[in-house]
């Protein structure tokens, strides 16, 4: 995937403004909040359809505007496209080659991002990590996206139902029919995840190794409500999901919450066999976001047979030289990246690869 041409108009700060990038490396550069976050912004929306900053996306548009629209050309494939993305309160259109789409522009969201909130990650609640399987990992798989808007479709009317049951205090009986379509749903979806970790922990393995000098053992679990080991199939998770439904069926309407299932699972990574959330030090959780951000690199490459856009908003320079060191040899001349910094002096760490540096001020490129 690569970025030619970037459009920005009434986006953020940004008044009308093209950049054409580098197709290896580009550096945006300038003091704090000119505008180098809301470039990487523009470029992730264009290619995911949708703000790693904000869900309200009226925040997005210029204060001087009342609409706001990216246009990005890109190469994917041998193929050109442009994507557009038009803002407008309360309405978001989305074009690819002139043709109206919903969800990802083009089929697979083409990028992987980092920055310093990726902590959280391992730090965060359940929530954090459950992110990560949902939108940064899943996508790989065909269908994934598609079945996880089914089941959070059926989990939100299930909800609802639980809580008019309470409230009427009787047994309503189209809830087996929401728990039946809760299981199908949610049985696939936890067989989907385990996939993905299958493929892609040995990488995640074989990384974590290099990046710590053999001295650490990674490993990461699917952690499931429903008691599920690691290895079952998509039939027994399912069986397994009804009949624990049925134990906890008074609980949950008490508490008008489905209790059970993929939107209450967990990861849990471990270091040389401890957990990373609670016994990994600020250091060593940093080499796993690291690490699996390059796994996620790399199963998109074997899932793609290209690369995706490498994105790096704050997290370049600051990791220390040997960690920096690893990432680009993984990543130089591979996938076009774009990493900010607000420190100029800093950018010369990267002698020796080719690049493009854009300094912002104020809402504008200028040039250095
Ligand atoms: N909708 C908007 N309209 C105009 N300016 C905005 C809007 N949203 C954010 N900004 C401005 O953008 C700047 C922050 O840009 P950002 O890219 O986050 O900075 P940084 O260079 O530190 O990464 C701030 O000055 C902020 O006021
Ligand atoms: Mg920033």
């Known amino acids: ?60 548009i210029s204060w001087e505007s009342n609409f706001s629209y990216i246009k990005g050309l890109f190469e994917t494939k041998g193929r050109s496209v442009e994507v557009k993305v038009l803002l407008q309160p309360g309405n978001k259109k989305i074009e690819v080659n002139g043709v109206s789409t919903r969800g990802y522009p083009m089929q697979w969201p083409g990028v992987v991002l980092f920055t310093p909130d990726d902590m959280i990650m391992i730090k965060g609640s359940p929530q954090e990590r459950r992110r990560f399987l949902d939108y940064e990992i899943g996508p790989f798989k065909n269908q994934y996206s598609h079945f996880l808007g089914l089941y959070n479709r059926v989990l939100f009317q299930r909800n609802k139902l639980l809580k008019e049951i309470r409230d009427r205090k009787n047994k309503n009986r189209s809830l087996d029919v929401w728990n039946e379509q809760l299981c199908r749903y949610g049985a696939k979806i936890i067989s989907m995840r385990m996939d993905l970790l299958k493929k892609m922990v040995p990488t995640t393995r074989g990384l974590h190794r290099i990046f710590t000098g053999g001295a650490e053992e990674i490993d990461i679990r699917y952690i499931s409500s429903i008691g599920i080991k690691n290895h079952a199939g998509e039939e027994e998770i399912y069986s397994q999901f009804r009949n ?125």
Do not use: C
């Open 1 to 60: 995937m690569l970025l030619k041409r970037l459009e920005l108009n009434n986006f953020r700060n940004y008044g009308k403004q093209v950049i054409t990038p580098d197709p290896l490396f580009n550096i945006i550069t300038g003091v704090n909040a000119q505008g180098k976050t809301n470039i990487l912004e523009s470029i992730f929306i264009a290619l995911t359809g949708r703000s790693f900053r904000t869900v309200k996306e009226k925040e997005i």
């Open 244 to 368: 624990s439904l049925k134990i906890i069926e008074d609980d949950e309407i008490s508490r008008a919450h489905s209790l059970m299932g993929p939107h209450r699972d967990d990861l849990l990574i471990l270091i040389n066999g401890s957990d990373a959330r609670i016994y990994g030090s600020q250091g060593q959780q940093r080499t796993v976001v690291l690490t699996l951000k390059i796994t996620q690199i790399k199963q998109w490459n074997k899932e793609m047979d290209e690369y995706p856009i490498l994105i790096l908003d704050d997290v370049m320079f600051e990791l220390d030289s040997n960690r920096r060191q690893e990432l680009l040899k993984h990543v130089s001349g591979l996938a076009q990246t774009f990493v900010s910094s607000s420190g100029e002096e800093k950018i010369n760490f990267i002698e020796g690869y080719t690049k493009k540096i854009f300094k912002v001020k104020s809402g504008k490129i200028i040039d250095i």
